[in-house]
């Protein structure tokens, strides 16, 4: 059974940083590629960060050179650094067997419940 459970959001105040982790079973970096994605009330679920299965990152022009995106074992992460309040957000991690990660969230079989995070200004 594939689990993912996210932990580390937190209230921060702008300009501090964050350490996301999303603990998985039954995920092999291998097969499966892995995503952050966060949600706003009221907005669509957008992707921020992705690494497929041969280690190879993207991301949200909006995160670049603030996130950062790896994996080692069974653990996601994501190091969240110069937070601005345009971040809060509920963020999640999830997962799909592929090697390349798709754009969308719909293609994805696979979800955590999520970290709250929230920036203050």
């Known amino acids: 059974q594939i689990q993912l459970v996210e932990s580390g959001g937190a209230s921060v105040q702008a300009g501090g940083s964050l350490k996301l982790s999303c603990e998985s079973s039954g995920i092999t970096s291998a097969h499966f590629c892995m995503d952050w994605f966060r949600e706003v009330p009221g907005q669509g679920r957008e992707g921020i960060a992705s690494?497929?299965?041969?280690?190879k990152t993207h991301y949200r022009d909006s995160v670049k050179g603030r996130f950062t995106i790896s994996r080692d074992e069974n653990f996601l992460y994501l190091q969240m650094n110069n937070l601005t309040p345009n971040d809060t957000a509920r963020y999640y991690c999830?997962?799909?067997?592929?090697?390349?990660?798709?754009?969308?969230?719909?293609?994805?079989?696979?979800w955590g419940q999520g970290t709250q995070v929230t920036v203050s200004s």
């Open positions: 999830a997962a799909v067997r592929t090697t390349r990660c798709p754009l969308f969230a719909a293609f994805f079989d696979y």
């Open positions: 690494i497929d299965t041969d280690g």
